[in-house]
């Protein structure tokens, strides 16, 4: 018999190797959030209050908190409503609208508010950014929620259409609640990456916490003032997190086999096939039209052919190479973490979690000055390498393979592995023969995800990539920094292209769920 607590649970088990595992990607996950407080503390409780109560915070405060629900909103509504279209409807054409919709991945936010500003110079502000930033993030929105409506069993919908729900019922009562996981997991990755947020909104000339502490870091190297605004934005990725966590809930989704065989019925569109289609055409045409047609115009219009073939096919190459070793590290140092919190539930297991978010919410500047700060003091010769970089970009991008990862580990069933067990198999074989080929789908989906976003990243890799080091995002980034559009645009082209097969990748499962 396990021996029981005094409330009459049951002790959970923590596999030794996995909770060590996690508990080290977990404090990694965790420096940058350690630096700031610790500056933050060294400033002391006087000086504290003095750069924060000041009303530029305040400022600050309301255009980030604003842009972040009003793009989260926009986005819930775009991607949820575009994910019913494909996957529940009649919509023509389905497979071919799916990849359009994801296809906005490939755009870089920055890269789109280029494409926007470029052509449209009145397109600033918060109107201009809550545009841009909801046509730039409505797929991570859109990719979860249309995964889990393909999953969905559709007995209970008719079983909620025999009791008399209308189907407008039906998708509030029975569909939306199994949409849940799918809808905050998507919704928190948004607002996180609206608050780290810079060139986008930087280009954008739209003031948030994550351009002000660039500044500040900038102009006057002020470490104090920005230390302090980005220990703001670590109490605003707190409320986040523990908000995403109240609303997640603690159902489970995983049940054991496909359940019913056929595929749900999808909705007749009937007269309103025009009007969805109208309507996905003028979002896509928004999100891929305007920043595509753009850099068309610069590569054809402008002086871009000036520009050396070398650095292009250098930085080129760059990008590839520390995109792949990314994403490699930190899908694999997602999985233990991952595990931990949907195997073994409990405290210490969201807590490990909820640790590795932090990082994200924090602009790459903090983040890269947290590591440089480190390596300069307790590991010289970390300093100025590769491999300081990649840690920078595992602690920036680990929740967007973390989201996929425990999606696909919650709809896994537990109950395989226990057979498995059964059957003589130890944890490492389990892991490889059972529990790896079931979320093999999300833990790719993970890692394009991971791939996309170095690729484009900036700001870190501005200040740790090795000297001479070159991407495409900091080689777009310096001259779109001096408005030479025309100079940009192969670079700002190159970035989307190789970011075109990773996206395409996430829609490989509902490609073939798309043909039924």
């Not at 509504?77 to 409807?89: D, H, K």
């Not at 978010?357 to 700060?373: H, M, Q």
């Amino acid at each position: 018999m396990p021996r029981r607590t005094r409330a009459g649970r049951t002790p959970r088990f923590y596999p030794p190797l996995v909770l060590a595992a996690a508990a080290l990607v977990a404090l990694v996950a965790l420096i940058p959030l350690v630096f700031v407080a610790g500056y933050s503390v060294s400033v002391g409780p006087a000086e504290a209050v003095r750069l924060i109560v000041r009303p530029r915070t305040g400022e600050l405060l309301w255009n980030t908190v604003r842009l972040a629900a009003g793009c989260v909103l926009l986005c819930a509504l775009l991607g949820t409503g575009a994910a019913w279209l494909v996957e529940r409807t009649t919509l023509p054409g389905r497979r071919v609208w799916n990849v359009l919709l994801v296809a906005p991945l490939a755009v870089p936010a920055f890269v789109n508010s280029f494409g926007w500003v470029s052509v449209v110079p009145w397109a600033t502000g918060y109107g201009g950014a809550l545009l841009i930033v909801t046509l730039s993030y409505f797929p991570l929105v859109y990719l979860p929620v249309a995964a889990a409506l393909r999953g969905l069993d559709p007995a209970l919908e008719e079983t909620a259409h025999a009791l008399g729900h209308t189907p407008w019922r039906t998708f509030l009562r029975v569909v939306l609640p199994q949409l849940r996981p799918a809808l905050l997991g998507g919704s928190l990755l948004i607002s996180l990456h609206l608050l780290a947020e810079f060139g986008a909104l930087q280009m954008l000339r739209f003031p948030t916490f994550t351009t002000a502490i660039y500044d500040q870091y900038q102009s006057t190297f002020n470490g104090p003032a920005a230390n302090m605004l980005a220990g703001v934005l670590v109490l605003l990725c707190l409320v986040l997190l523990l908000a995403e966590l109240r609303l997640r809930g603690r159902a489970r989704y995983a049940r054991l086999g496909a359940g019913v065989a056929r595929p749900a019925v999808r909705a007749r569109l009937g007269g309103f096939t025009v009007p969805a289609l109208l309507g996905l055409g003028v979002l896509i045409a928004l999100a891929l039209g305007v920043p595509l047609g753009s850099l068309v115009y610069w590569l054809t219009a402008g002086s871009s052919a000036a520009i050396p073939v070398e650095p292009l096919l250098s930085s080129t190459l760059t990008s590839i190479g520390l995109g792949a070793a990314g994403a490699l590290l930190t899908s694999i140092l997602a999985i233990p973490v991952a595990w931990l919190c949907v195997r073994r539930p409990g405290r210490l297991s969201v807590a490990l979690e909820r640790s590795t978010y932090f990082g994200n919410a924090l602009p790459g500047i903090v983040v890269a000055l947290a590591l440089v700060t480190i390596a300069i003091r307790l590991t010289p010769p970390l300093y100025q390498t590769t491999a300081l970089l990649l840690v920078a970009y595992t602690i920036l991008f680990l929740p967007r393979a973390m989201v996929n990862v425990r999606s696909a580990l919650a709809q896994s069933a537990p109950a395989l592995e226990d057979v498995a067990h059964a059957l003589g198999l130890g944890r490492a074989a389990t892991f490889r023969r059972v529990t790896l080929p079931l979320i093999a789908p999300g833990l790719g989906a993970g890692a394009a995800l991971v791939f996309i976003a170095i690729v484009t990243e900036l700001t870190a890799t501005l200040l740790l990539a090795p000297i001479g080091t070159q991407t495409l995002a900091t080689q777009f980034w310096s001259h779109s920094d001096s408005i030479a559009y025309a100079a940009s645009a192969p670079y700002a082209a190159l970035m989307v292209l190789i970011s075109a097969p990773a996206t395409y990748l996430l829609t490989r499962e509902s490609r073939r769920g798309a043909r039924g």
